[in-house]
Each structure stands twice: as structure tokens, then as C-alpha cells.
């Protein structure tokens, strides 16, 4: 649902908590799938959250993230993430 970006105030606490525990979360797709969701997300979904945003970003940090097939771009997208809230 993230991915269609519906209900996004409520899920996306969810899902970073479920990103907390592990990053390499799968929804429906493959191993990643949930951060790749997340990450994809306009930045108007986050601007009322940035206490979750720094959750996430705290989650990415300490992950290898070549051990997770993801798709082009997602690691362009985790190293904007973690640029942004540094």
C-alpha cells in the first residue's frame, strides 16, 4: 500500500518499525522490497515525520546493502536518505 501511497501517515511508522528489525524486510516481491517501498516515497511523506525518517535512516546506516538485491537507484536513494538527516 505504501507503494500506491495510501495511508501513508499511518504505515509508514509501521514499516520503519518493521525496517528497524530488518532492513532487509520483504513485503510481497523480494528481500528488500519493504525499504525500496519506503524509500521511494515523496518527501512530502515525510515532512511531518522527521523523527521517523531518522529512525530509518538510523536502520540503512549499519546494514550492508550489496547483500540485498535491490532495484537501480535504491542505493542512490539510501545515500540521499542518510545525506539528508546527517
Known amino acids: 500500500m505504501l ?12 514499516a520503519v ?5 530488518d532492513p532487509h524486510a520483504e513485503g510481497d ?11 521511494r516515497l515523496p518527501a512530502a511523506a515525510w515532512s511531518a515525520m522527521p523523527e521517523v525518517r531518522q529512525r ?10 550489496d547483500d540485498v538485491h535491490l ?7 539510501v545515500a540521499s536518505l542518510l545525506r ?3
Do not use: K, R, S
Open 3 to 14: 507503494g500506491q501511497e495510501i495511508a501513508v501517515p499511518i504505515l509508514l511508522p509501521l
Open 17 to 21: 518499525d518493521v525496517l528497524a528489525a
Open 29 to 39: 516481491y523480494y528481500p528488500g522490497d519493504l525499504l525500496w517501498a519506503v524509500l
Open 56 to 65: 530509518l535512516a538510523a536502520a540503512v546506516a549499519v546494514v550492508d546493502l
Open 71 to 77: 532495484p537501480e537507484g535504491a542505493h542512490d536513494a
Open 84 to 86: 539528508t538527516t546527517a
